[in-house]
């Protein structure tokens, strides 16, 4: 049998270990090891993150399951692996040359648009979106509000990607095909801002709905419902704007166009 007693230095020896272990799990600690392993494709799980990827389409609830797999081995909510990120970065480099080739741009406009939905309607609106929510959460979202128990901001941005990410393929892949060509959405004819204005409905939806899976996952978190209030609001938007003539995608293509003259 294996002995059952310790060595008294192991427990002397406990206070430093306890110290060191929260230093390991503070969020900087955090921040620093996914930011070093930005840099380490060798070391990064990409065929996992096209599971999730994958999944996010089909069972989001799945992509969320392993996050709670996550926090018991590893003691974060988080990510730690930033592959997904890098995929992510990868599908909006390509669908942004795709619609720099749909609208006619030039190789310099291309460019120019490409460093704008990069690093502004990327990562500049993202990190907003997350501090916004992370902060809505832990101050009203909260069932018992403790130092023991919180929501991650890294979690925050980790959900703003999972939603972001069905609203990329929709809005800058599937609906490339739809601008001049099938359906001509880009057009005054109600079938097609019938058809754009649809596509819109279900991307956005897509973002409500993945994030309120993010936040209700977490089980220290009360309420999570409310985030799903803002499907009333899209939805008198929908119609409103199918009365009205309004057409999304033109306007986004407008704006585009507008951006790097």
């Known amino acids: 049998m294996l002995p059952t007693t310790t060595y008294s230095p192991l427990h002397q020896d406990n206070g430093s270990r306890d110290a060191r272990d929260a230093a ?19 070391q990064m ?13 089909t069972s989001p609830q799945r992509v969320y399951r392993n996050f709670h797999y996550r926090k018991q081995t590893k003691d974060q909510w988080a990510r730690d692996d930033p592959a997904f990120l890098v995929l992510l970065s990868i599908w909006l480099c390509v669908s942004t040359v795709g619609f720099g080739f749909v609208l006619d741009m030039g190789f310099l406009e291309t460019l120019k648009l490409l460093l704008w939905v990069v690093f502004i309607d990327c990562v500049g609106v993202g990190l907003l979106i997350s501090t916004l929510m992370w902060v809505v959460t832990n101050k009203y979202l909260m069932k018992h509000p403790t130092k023991d128990y919180d929501v991650e901001w890294g979690y925050a941005f980790d959900v703003h990607l999972n939603a972001f990410y069905p609203l990329l393929v929709i809005l ?50 009360k309420n999570t419902v409310v985030l799903l209030y803002p499907f009333a609001l899209l939805a008198l938007l929908y119609v409103l704007s199918l009365c009205l003539g309004w057409n999304f995608t033109r306007g986004l293509c407008w704006f585009y166009k507008y951006r790097v003259q």
């Open 24 to 42: 390991r799990h503070t969020a900087g600690a955090k921040r620093y090891k996914y930011l070093r392993r930005l840099f380490r494709f060798r």
């Open 45 to 57: 799980d990409f065929e996992f993150a096209g599971w999730q990827m994958l999944y996010l389409f």
């Open 172 to 221: 800058h892949f599937l609906q490339l095909f739809f601008i001049n060509h099938i359906v001509a959405i880009n057009s005054d004819w109600f079938l097609g801002y019938f058809v754009g204005n649809t596509i819109w409905l279900i991307a956005i939806g897509y973002y409500v709905y993945i994030t309120f899976l993010g936040y209700n996952a977490l089980p220290f978190l």
